[in-house]
């Protein structure tokens, strides 16, 4: 039973509204219930594997015999797990409700790549995000008729990732297109990580939490090496239009933050300073010229980018504090820990002998590593204190 139901039951019996006998046969029943569910992790894990071990043989096989077939043959091998997917779902969801879900999902992932071999077959006009956008809105009615996480999930990985290509095409040859796309999709994945706010949460902020949790430290170090390393692939390029960077920038950063306020309505202002933290990242530059620079410039593009780093790590560590959230905390100290590695290695152990950098290094993951799992477990048995 949940720490969260046991606390309200003790304040029900304290305030008078139930006595301790209901309390106890609340208790009892909940107990049961979740003895019941022994299973449901494992069985989650199996409908899991099994959905992605389904999905790969059904590519293997398409893939196998797709030279020998004619046109109609593969427009219809292409069809039939479209259709047969979701009536598998339907047949199912009386008997095994998971097992239906997960048909479901398959059967919306399988629209993706039916999109995709029907243009191939018929040598459609290639415009490859309009095929993302398509997915997505079989995602988007898959899941007003269902009403299922699965759907809704797809939907919030799609819809980034049209938004993303469509401003790849568009920008393409353009100086600096791609830093737009790394910060607005650091930036939804900090939203996507801040959904899941408190027990209460639905099954859909969960999911979101998990891509955000995923997705943060792989996004927010592209980022930081995009502006940094890759300043040299946009020399030579146009400038983009002044409307078309405005529009893109109210895109970028708008719609993340817009969601925010949505899933977590006025701590929404939390998201909205986490905004400004992805936007100075775009301060720092290539150090190849840096030494033609003054020497406050030169020294915030060598070492502000740590600096920034690890003090995004410590403000997501202290917004887990201040939300009682745990994952926070582990991806921050997580953040710090990868921080403080890259910097010894880029500008730290080339500096040393080689006998000093590998002790170096073996005093700084040995020692280090015990400091921050001993602070990382003492802020976690503090959230978790407060929260009983």
Known sequence: MTDVLNRRLDRWISAGVMDANTAARIRTFEESERSKEGLRWPVLLALGLGAVLLCAGVLLF?????????????????????GLFPIA??????????????????????????????????????????????????????????????????????????????????????????????????LLSLTYLTAQTGAEDSVLQQGLAWIGGISLLPLTLLTFVEEREFLWFWRGRPEMPEMVR?????????????????????????????????LVIGTFHSVDSAPARPLRIYAWSTLGPYFWAGLGALGLIGWGLFERRRERINLGVAGFALTVVIFYFSDVMDKLGRAASLIGLGVLFLFGGWALERTRRKLVAHVSGAMQ
């Not at 398409?62 to 039939?80: G, K």
């Not at 079989?138 to 809704?152: D, F, K, T, Y």
């Not at 949505?262 to 992805?278: D, T």
């Open 89 to 186: 779902g339907a047949l199912s969801t009386d008997r095994f409700p998971a097992l239906a879900a997960t048909f479901y999902a398959i059967g919306t992932i399988c629209v993706g790549a039916g999109i995709y071999l029907t243009a191939q077959i018929f040598n459609l006009q290639e415009h490859w995000p309009s095929g993302i956008l398509l997915w997505a809105i079989g995602a988007l009615a898959g899941w007003l008729i269902l009403r299922q996480w699965p759907q809704s999930v797809l939907l919030a990985l799609l819809v980034p990732a049209w938004l993303a290509g469509e401003w790849q095409v568009r920008t393409d040859g353009y100086a600096y297109s791609g830093r737009l796309i790394l910060d607005g999709l650091l």
């Open 62 to 82: 398409v893939a196998a015999h797709w030279d020998e077939l004619s046109p109609s043959w593969r427009f219809t091998l292409v069809l039939l797990p479209v």
């Open 246 to 278: 405005v529009f893109g920038w109210i895109i970028a950063v708008g719609a993340p933050l817009l969601l925010a306020f949505v899933l977590r309505r006025k701590a929404g202002w939390i998201n909205a300073l986490s905004a400004v933290w992805v």
